[in-house]
């Protein structure tokens, strides 16, 4: 199984920093790439596919980019909303893949 | 309005089984791949299997092979994992999620682009 590798495990920020998470799978995957936002006790919400497309609804201040094995997540300016614990997944190959997390903390 | 909503999720003992459903709502059901993914107390988030749209292929995590079986039922709308042999390590949070199955370019990406609310499932004796 593909391995993705998140860093930083942790991070903590101010409002109004830009931030950004780096993902690495242990293979190539193209851009078969997303990411994704988790609040406690809520399900998953889907940011970014494709490396790069901003899924419907999604502030801009989010981006993704990348291919291959190395993709980033930035959040160009944090806002209170944006603490939450961000998650990438390659749709690769089967078995589709997480990596373990960032969680994203107030400074 | 799109909706999931999973059910079935309690407390079982080791080596027992449960049978979580998925109930689909708002959109066109048989149209679109389905997954579950859980999440351990605590832990992070794991992909644990998908469905075609008529059913006809599905892809397993290895810790789940033989063991889970995924299935859906297009005409009520709803998703299913059976789950036998359970383990402690089966204790989750399970989401069954839609798989917005996006193409461009000659490549195909399988996004999960809306999540139910989750069903736990604990096994201890």
């Known amino acids: 199984a593909i391995q993705m590798t998140q860093s930083p495990s942790s991070l903590s920020a101010s409002v109004g920093d830009r931030v950004t998470i780096t993902c690495r799978a242990s293979q190539g995957i193209r851009n078969d790439l997303g990411w994704y936002q988790q609040k406690p006790g809520k399900a998953p919400k889907l940011l970014i596919y494709a490396a790069s497309i901003l899924q419907s609804g999604v502030p801009s201040r989010f981006s993704g980019s990348g291919s291959g094995t190395d993709f980033t997540l930035t959040i160009s300016s944090l806002q209170p909303e944006d603490f939450a614990t961000y998650y990438c997944l390659q749709d690769y190959n089967y078995p589709h893949t997480f990596g373990q997390g960032t969680k994203l903390e107030i400074k | 309005e799109v909706q999931l909503v999973e059910s079935g999720g309690g407390l079982v003992q080791p080596g027992g089984s449960l049978r979580l459903s998925c109930a689909a709502s708002?959109?066109?059901?048989?149209?679109?791949?389905m997954s579950w993914v859980r999440q351990a107390p605590g832990k992070g988030l794991e992909w644990v299997a998908n469905?075609?749209?008529?059913?006809?292929?599905?892809y397993y995590v290895d810790s789940v092979k033989g063991r889970f079986t995924i299935s859906r039922d297009n005409a009520k709308n709803s998703l299913y994992l059976q789950m036998n042999s359970l383990r402690a390590e089966d204790t989750a949070v399970y989401y069954c999620?839609?798989?917005?199955?996006?193409?461009?370019?000659?490549?195909?990406?399988?996004?999960?682009?809306?999540w139910g609310q989750g069903t736990l499932v604990t096994v201890s004796s």
């Open positions: 469905i075609k749209k008529d059913g006809s292929e599905k």
């Open positions: 999620a839609r798989d917005l199955g996006y193409c461009s370019g000659g490549a195909c990406y399988t996004p999960l682009d809306y």
């Open positions: 708002g959109f066109t059901f048989s149209s679109y791949w």
